[in-house]
């Protein structure tokens, strides 16, 4: 074998398999719960266990049996292929790289800090790891995961090419039975490893490694659970980084992604929702600018699709009760606004009341912050995008904005400093924008120049 030690390495990558009751741990008794913490805490021994057999071998020189090469680990007397011992490394230690955000959010609940930064260390020092081959990536999305998640093909893909089928597999209940059985969910950590492998895909290679890729990627993206939806959006917005515009559409995955990130948009119930709806509208907007030409008539329908269709009726229609849903709407609004410009005017009667809404205090209701900032970047974007339009609106806009003003700064002792600068570069824009509106500021600082003449202080009013 080409790694050798007390332990194989195989022997300690079998340790380190992620038993499959983490994918249901939060439904898990307190038992069974406790007997897969003993697990988790024994993950960091294993890790750095891998972690010095692979140090030893790198620094036993030119031996006969440890040699290194470009492939990495070299092979013994018996030839052993290297590649199959790195693919199973990398399978074993990447679901545990996972972010403090991540594991606090209960992400990966099989990961501790000291398992974390194990396997981030051996992934980010080895050179094989830091830049794999071809060969690498092949041999784990062969190898490693494809076993993983062939039980359960995607009714719309034809999985030796990549392409999209004229009709799902299966008949019309195909996507009901493909919920069946899926034998991929009792792999914990598998999502985390195709996204390793996608974000180290070159351009060049998508064509060869296609059927690999987006089989696994389809299946996460289609799947009723939010959870793993979110997995799916993540992997697409990082392989829409470097994939050929031209495959997505010879393919036709083009218009499954699409298809498959609106379907992302009613998922408003679940603890992963707000990531969700983020990364979702993201890569929707990746997708209409990859595949689609400057100006033309398609870019401004598929802009208009995700905009009118997903944000605001599948999203805000429903949305009177899920602050969180709309507040992440609103993070992930601005980029829209400005790939639509002016064609954001369709939605002006629409949009306008719904980011003033938030500005306008409520009886015995505390204003959200958060809210308030998010709908202001959003009206930025929005005047700046459909200037000629603002005539109509300034006054709508601007009583949000001074009524917000107001109860800042009467109802706290610190105003928070975002907000009014927020506040601040939102009446400059509407100057910029709609001239006219500067007889109205005019006004206020006559009326009550101490508490209007700091929110104006960007605008040239006489005073």
Not at 13 to 30: G, K, Q, S
Not at 295 to 322: H, P, T
């Amino acid at each position: 074998m080409p790694i050798t030690d007390n332990k194989s390495i195989q022997s300690l990558i079998d340790t380190l398999r992620i038993p499959p009751d983490f994918a249901r741990y939060e439904n898990l008794e307190r038992g069974a719960q406790s007997s897969l913490d003993d697990w988790k805490r024994n993950a960091p021994n294993v890790l750095s266990e891998i972690r010095n057999l692979l140090l030893r071998t790198r620094t036993q020189g030119d031996g006969e049996d440890h040699r290194l090469g470009d492939e990495g680990i070299q092979r013994n007397n018996e030839g052993t292929p290297p590649l199959k011992d790195l693919g199973d490394i990398i399978f074993a230690v990447a679901p545990f790289t996972a972010a403090k955000s991540e594991r606090d959010d209960g992400e990966y609940p099989w990961v501790t800090l000291p398992s974390a930064e194990v396997a981030q260390d051996i992934l980010s020092t080895a050179p094989q790891f830091t830049h794999p081959t071809k060969s690498l990536l092949v041999q784990i999305l062969t190898h490693n995961i494809k076993p993983v998640f062939q039980s359960n093909p995607h009714p719309s893909l034809n999985l030796e090419t990549g392409r999209k089928l004229p009709r799902p597999a299966g008949g019309p209940m195909a996507s009901q039975d493909y919920y069946f059985g899926q034998d991929w969910k009792n792999s914990p950590g598998a999502a985390t490893v195709v996204l390793w492998c996608v974000s180290n895909i070159q351009t060049n290679w998508y064509e060869e490694m296609w059927p690999l890729v987006i089989p696994p990627v389809m299946t996460l993206l289609d799947d009723y659970e939010a959870k793993y939806k979110l997995w799916g959006v993540r992997i697409t917005l990082e392989m829409l980084k470097h994939v050929p515009k031209d495959l997505l559409r010879r393919t036709g995955v083009d218009g499954l992604l699409r298809s498959s990130l609106k379907t992302c948009l009613a998922h408003l119930q679940n603890p992963e929702t707000g990531p969700l709806l983020r990364a979702a509208i993201s890569a929707w907007l990746e997708l209409v600018m990859m595949t689609t030409q400057f100006g033309s008539e398609q870019r401004f329908n598929e802009l208009c699709a995700l905009l009118g269709d997903g944000i605001m009726e599948d999203v805000w229609l429903y949305s009177q009760d899920k602050p969180d849903a709309v507040l992440a709407t609103l993070e992930a609004l601005p980029p829209v606004v400005q790939a639509l410009g002016v064609g954001c005017a369709r939605y002006l009667k629409d949009l306008i009341p719904q980011l003033v809404h938030p500005l306008i205090p409520k009886l015995l209701v505390e204003p959200q912050l958060d809210m308030q900032l998010a709908s202001l970047g959003v009206l930025q974007a929005v005047m700046e995008a459909c200037p000629p339009r603002m005539h109509r609106w300034k006054g709508t806009i601007l009583n949000g904005i001074c009524r917000c003003w107001v109860v800042m700064i009467v109802d706290r002792d610190v105003p928070d400093q975002a907000l009014k600068r927020e506040l601040q570069s939102a009446c400059k824009i509407l100057a910029e924008v709609c001239p006219s509106v500067v007889e109205e500021y005019q006004k206020l600082v006559a009326v009550d120049k101490k508490m209007f003449g700091d929110l104006l202080t960007r605008v040239p009013v006489s005073q």
